[in-house]
């Protein structure tokens, strides 16, 4: 069984909008959870984290664009994208309780081309 699961990946035009899902096995109310990123040929970065306090922190490229939030009693992380560009493609990954030794989802691909 995954430990996280994404969904809500897709094709999009440039300008359009995207949401995120993550939704996990165990319960997440005391983890950071974060989305992140992974463009070809690139190292994976960090788009947004939520602290189990609801304290956003976005990277400034996403900034005013997206919006990270969380259903603890549904055990699930949402990340809204509006304004989407094309440098947005990449593979999402959702991460519970930090990088250093957290868990990680399979990843859903978001893509944005016209």
């Known amino acids: 069984q995954e430990h996280l699961v994404e969904s809500g990946g897709g094709v999009v035009q440039p300008g359009g909008s995207l949401r995120l899902s993550c939704v996990a096995s165990?319960?997440?109310?005391?983890?950071?959870m974060g989305w992140y990123r992974q463009a070809p040929g690139k190292e994976r970065e960090m788009v947004a984290t939520?602290?189990?306090?609801?304290?956003?922190n976005y990277d400034d490229r996403v900034k005013g664009r997206f919006t990270i939030s969380r259903d603890n009693a549904r055990k699930t992380v949402f990340l809204q994208m509006d304004s989407l560009r094309p440098e947005d493609t990449a593979v999402y990954y959702c991460?519970?309780?930090?990088?250093?030794?957290?868990?990680w989802g399979q990843g859903t691909q978001v893509t944005v081309s016209s």
């Open positions: 991460n519970q309780g930090g990088t250093r030794a957290g868990y």
């Open positions: 165990a319960v997440i109310n005391f983890d950071i």
């Open positions: 939520i602290s189990n306090r609801n304290i956003a």
